[in-house]
């Protein structure tokens, strides 16, 4: 059986497969049932220094079976509140990532400092969020923003900081470079794409806030290719996430370059469960290719480029 | 996927409830609810007050800043749906309490009509502040369903809560299974009260909701995600969580309180 467990930098996982921010993350008992049903670690909401409701509904587009187009507005408890979700999922033994969103460096420095109090093992900078007017891709789409801010934290705690990036910018490589200068220990890619729903009979935007982002299947080719370049320019290892749904998703994005993978559309389609089932079917898969552990596939299609 | 559709009827059921028919074809089972919109406005999740045929309906009481302006909707009006979502209710039993608290009779009404059709034996609980109040007691008669009534005024049967009649009949009688619907505090004393009975007892839950698809985690009940795992639940599920019947999540996800009804 191929050896599912892999290593970020100091940081070590049981298998790849995180739970996406965003997804069963704004409750701890949500985040036990995630680790319970075999995922590798959790990621939790992005927190913010307030709460924060999000926009009205409707927040969800659905398509058929190719993705679905979210514009939440990073809806969160505050982080005054949120220490307590953390304890319940640490409770269940879950390995916890907490996910944080700020304004400017300050504010992700005062939130990560906070985040890291709680116990989590590692934090994940939201640097890409297409939908949050001042947040997210706003202050994630230029490399000068991202050293400032990543390096910031990175000072500011002793756990390992992810930033996760977005691909809503043409080059984010470049991007993923300036995480790594200011001393990410892993990077993240990609979050959701920009995109647009409109209601014809209606003749207006589907979601409340207009623009959403897209997830789920068809912005796998996306991820893919992102995390494609970004492996060409940096050591740090990388943290693939972009439609996946089933084992051949996965191994696609190892080939790729990515060392683990989040998971979270999916989960609207397979059940949390899909966590299980992707973990063993990696491991069966990864046996088939030859592969003795996930970190032997990692990157392997670059030496086979023409 | 949304379906526009245009409301075709709306029914005055009570002074804070209304009905809205529509069409709209997809299948759909007693239990079941859709995410209505209203353009301009908030998407809503509802159950389903009318599920047979492609004429659908649902019932909406003004509680929030959506739910008051749709009271005044009129025919024509145009709405996105999506669904039918979630779980039904088990119309197997054949002798049934319902126990409708307020506009909980919404999504029980439907169920009973089924039952009802299939053979069952019916007897409503119906509780509601007062008299004029009370939802669906005509179509609960029209189903041959035994009523019996409590409101918190007097106005209208016993004078209190509808725990107290549900109490009196558990005791008295007995039946296959409870169906409830209502104020969660209703919903667990009707759990409690049938419990030594060894009766099961059926909730149907509401939470604020904003995906409808086991995702964003705005309905999470405990462990439960109401819109897939539910919203009807065994009591037994309801029962242990330190939330049921104390708390729920407003839209930012932190816990509040239940006030006392």
């Known amino acids: ?148 801010v990543v390096g910031a934290v990175v000072r500011a705690v002793h756990i390992p900081v992810i930033a996760k990036i977005t691909p809503n910018t043409p080059d984010a490589a470049a991007l993923a470079v300036a995480a790594e200068r200011a001393g990410a220990t892993a990077i993240s890619a990609i979050n959701t794409v920009r995109a647009l729903a409109i209601d014809t009979n209606l003749r207006r935007p589907v979601l409340a806030h207009g623009l959403g982002g897209l997830s789920g299947p068809a912005i796998k080719p996306v991820g893919l290719a992102c995390v494609w370049q970004i492996y060409e320019k940096v050591s740090v290892p990388i943290i693939g996430v972009g439609g996946i749904s089933n084992v051949e998703d996965a191994v696609e994005y190892l080939m790729a370059g990515a060392r683990a993978l989040e998971v979270g559309t999916a989960v609207t389609h397979g059940g949390i469960e899909v966590f299980g089932r992707l973990a063993a079917g990696l491991s069966a898969r990864l046996d088939e290719l030859g592969f003795a552990s996930v970190a032997d596939a990692v990157g392997v299609a670059h030496s086979a480029k023409a | 996927m949304r379906t526009v559709t245009e409301v075709a009827e709306c029914v005055r059921e009570t002074p804070s409830t209304v009905t809205l028919r529509f069409e709209y074809a997809p299948a759909a089972e007693p239990g079941q609810f859709v995410m209505i919109w209203f353009p301009g406005d908030d998407e809503l999740p509802m159950s389903l007050s009318y599920t047979e ?113 549900v109490d009196r009949l558990l005791q008295t009688e007995s039946f296959d299974a409870v169906w409830t619907c209502g104020p969660e505090i209703m919903m ?19 939470r604020h909701m904003k995906c409808a698809l086991g995702m964003c985690d705005a309905c999470a009940l405990g462990p439960l995600h109401v819109c897939v795992d539910g919203p009807v639940f065994p009591a037994e599920r309801l029962v242990p969580l330190e939330e049921f019947a104390r708390s729920h999540r407003d839209p930012s996800g932190r816990r509040v309180s239940f006030g006392a009804r």
């Open chain 1, 1 to 148: 059986m191929a050896d599912l467990a892999v290593r970020l930098g100091p940081l070590a996982l049981r298998n790849p497969f995180l739970l996406a921010s965003g997804i069963w993350g704004e409750s701890g008992e949500s985040l036990a049932g995630a680790w319970r049903a075999g995922a590798g670690g959790v990621i939790t909401k992005s927190i913010g220094e307030r709460p924060r409701l999000g926009y009205p509904n409707p927040t969800i587009e659905t398509y058929a079976d190719w993705g679905m187009l979210n514009a939440m507005g990073l809806p969160n408890p505050g982080m005054d509140e949120y220490p307590k979700e953390v304890d319940v999922a640490r409770g269940a033994g879950a390995t916890v990532i907490g996910s944080i969103f700020g304004g400017d460096a300050a504010e992700f420095e005062r939130l990560a400092r906070r985040m890291e109090a709680t116990g989590v093992v590692a934090l994940e900078l939201n640097l890409s969020c297409p939908h949050a007017e001042g947040y997210g891709t706003e202050i994630g789409s230029d490399p000068a923003d991202v050293k400032e």
């Open chain 2, 188 to 206: 667990q004393k009707v759990a409690v009260a049938a419990q030594p009975r060894k009766v099961p007892v059926f909730c149907s839950v509401e």
């Open chain 2, 53 to 165: 045929g492609t004429s659908k309906g649902v019932t909406i009481k003004a509680m929030g800043t959506t739910s008051r302006n749709v009271q005044s909707t009129t025919p024509g009006t145009r709405v996105g749906i999506r669904g039918p979502y979630g779980n039904r209710f088990d119309l197997s039993p054949r002798n049934i309490l319902v126990v409708g608290g307020g506009s909980g009779s919404a999504v029980l009404a439907p169920a009973a009509e089924r039952a009802a059709r299939a053979g069952a034996r019916l007897t409503v609980a119906l509780g509601a502040t007062q008299a004029p109040e009370l939802l669906f007691r005509d179509r609960f008669a029209k189903m041959g369903a035994r009523i019996e009534i409590a409101t918190d005024d007097g106005s209208e049967g016993t004078k209190g809560f509808v725990t107290g009649v």
